[in-house]
């Protein structure tokens, strides 16, 4: 199966099976943080993994949109697919933190602790004045309001406005880098995450987080195997400048893995010459597509979306081409007799060549015309709510599909990209 999948926006094909019934609509995000996660029905639940050794979670950076990417493991925790690695950057590094850091039945109860404790209420208004809001440019004016909130005072257990200014303390110090402090996220964080379960030898969720190193500019990955992974952790992969400041860890200050690279993709694709059989669900926040800007506050829009979708779409049909040229060389290599098998040239090629499957399935937010540039960094609770809710019906739509379970047949195309996104184009 080599094409790519989608259900785009306006069109008259449903990829859904006509047979499916609605998904389960979610219980309140008020819900008791301790209850045990609920089972999709039959007719939404599918055979775990297949053919494919190992399922990957990948959770891009995006601030307060990242409650999408709760809503969506919330409807994968429900079909019984829990993540042998999942990898993040930014607020998808908390998020992914927070899955590896507790067993599985306690996962989605803690990411909504996390939701929870960082949102407010609307501005001003409580939830039944928020129902009088209605319509895209009332609820546009309160988010933006609630953003502002943001901006002046922070987020609850996540960062507050640094007292004073920096620009009054003394160059050279770290408090005149940065307009806010996260220190309240590290107590968030060691409270909700078990760092022993994280770190243990026999870990069953791997665990990778990516920086940028403030000196060299490189992108790093703070990788469980490898590290030992502590709240800081954590806090450097989400420290984007100039709000938050860097994060010294062993001598070297790191910022937001987001600067250079938004997604995670590219590190688990090149991480191992020969990956096992990999079911991977790639949850991003940010759209590479979109339409024409009409004025200055939909450019700024636009920009932040270009700009931190890391253009996932268009590294992943590169990675597929190269997969089929990696298997086209497995199998020519396997042709030739045992004594050009010896050359040097060969076995050079030997060592990038392989033959494994992937499956990768696209979760893309489609932000409402009504959030603004602004929806990054915009911390109130009914916009927390929308967000988780349209991480886990979407979850909920694309687990509809059997074929995303499915290997493929093909002995060069084996790696298929599913995106049932409804982006415009």
């Not at 100039?242 to 200050?253: D, K, T």
């Not at 600067?259 to 059989?277: G, K």
């Not at 590169?318 to 997969?323: G, L, N, P, T």
């Given at each position: 199966?080599?094409?790519?999948?989608?259900?785009?926006?306006?069109?008259?094909?449903?990829?859904?099976?006509?047979?499916?019934?609605?998904?389960?609509?979610p219980k309140?995000?008020?819900?008791?943080?301790?209850?045990?996660?609920?089972?999709?029905?039959?007719?939404?639940?599918?055979?775990?993994?297949?053919?494919?050794?190992?399922?990957?979670l990948l959770l891009q950076g995006g601030g307060a949109l990242g409650a999408y990417q709760a809503g969506v493991y919330e409807a994968l925790a429900e079909a019984d697919l829990h993540p042998d690695w999942v990898a993040g950057i930014s607020i998808g590094a908390i998020n992914a933190a927070i899955i590896a850091g507790?067993?599985?039945?306690?996962?989605?109860?803690?990411?909504?602790?996390?939701?929870?404790?960082?949102?407010?209420?609307?501005?001003?208004?409580?939830?039944?004045?928020?129902?009088?809001?209605?319509?895209d440019s009332a609820r546009g004016s309160?988010?933006?309001?609630?953003?502002?909130?943001?901006l002046m005072s922070g987020a609850p257990g996540f960062f507050r406005p640094r007292v004073p200014n920096p620009w009054l303390h003394p160059p050279g110090t770290l408090e005149a880098t940065?307009?806010?402090e996260t220190a309240p996220l590290k107590s968030t964080l060691e409270s909700l995450i078990d760092f022993e379960l994280v770190n243990a030898q026999n870990a069953k969720t791997r665990l990778s987080l990516g920086a940028v190193n403030v000196r060299s500019g490189n992108l790093i990955y703070f990788d469980?195997?490898?590290?030992?992974?502590?709240?800081?952790?954590?806090?450097?992969?989400?420290?984007?400048?100039?709000?938050?400041?860097?994060?010294?860890?062993?001598?070297?200050?790191?910022?937001?893995g987001g600067?250079?690279?938004?997604?995670?993709?590219?590190?688990?694709?090149?991480?191992?010459?020969?990956?096992?059989?990999?079911?991977?669900?790639?949850?991003?926040?940010?759209?590479?597509?979109?339409?024409?800007?009409?004025?200055?506050?939909?450019?700024?829009?636009?920009?932040?979306?270009?700009?931190?979708?890391?253009?996932?779409?268009?590294?992943?049909?590169?990675?597929?081409?190269?997969?089929k040229l990696r298997n086209m060389l497995a199998v020519l290599l396997e042709e030739l007799p045992e004594e050009m098998r010896q050359?040097?040239?060969?076995?050079?090629l030997s060592a990038v060549a392989d033959r494994h499957a992937a499956n990768i399935v696209q979760l893309i937010y489609r932000a409402k015309g009504y959030e603004g540039d602004s929806k990054d960094y915009e911390f109130s609770r009914r916009s927390m709510e929308d967000h988780w809710r349209a991480g886990y019906y979407d979850a909920v739509h694309a687990l509809r599909h059997p074929e995303i379970f499915e290997r493929s047949s093909s002995p060069y195309e084996t790696l298929v990209i599913f995106d049932f996104s409804r982006d415009p184009g």
């Open positions: 199966m080599n094409e790519r999948f989608s259900a785009r926006q306006g069109s008259d094909v449903d990829v859904a099976p006509k047979t499916a019934s609605e998904p389960p609509r309140s995000l008020s819900a008791p943080t301790s209850r045990e996660p609920r089972q999709l029905s039959k007719t939404h639940r599918q055979p775990k993994r297949q053919g494919f050794e190992r399922v990957v507790n067993p599985p039945d306690r996962r989605v109860g803690k990411l909504r602790e996390f939701w929870e404790g960082i949102t407010k209420a609307w501005f001003g208004i409580g939830e039944l004045g928020s129902l009088l809001v209605r319509g309160v988010n933006q309001m609630n953003a502002v909130t943001a940065s307009y806010y469980s195997p490898s590290h030992v992974i502590r709240p800081e952790h954590v806090m450097a992969s989400g420290a984007l400048p100039p709000g938050f400041p860097a994060i010294e860890i062993e001598g070297e200050h790191y910022w937001d600067l250079v690279s938004n997604t995670p993709l590219q590190w688990i694709a090149m991480t191992q010459n020969r990956p096992p059989d990999t079911l991977v669900f790639q949850v991003d926040l940010w759209s590479a597509r979109g339409e024409f800007p009409r004025n200055m506050a939909e450019v700024a829009t636009r920009q932040k979306e270009i700009q931190y979708s890391s253009r996932t779409r268009a590294f992943t049909d590169y990675f597929k081409q190269v997969a050359r040097e040239e060969v076995k050079y």
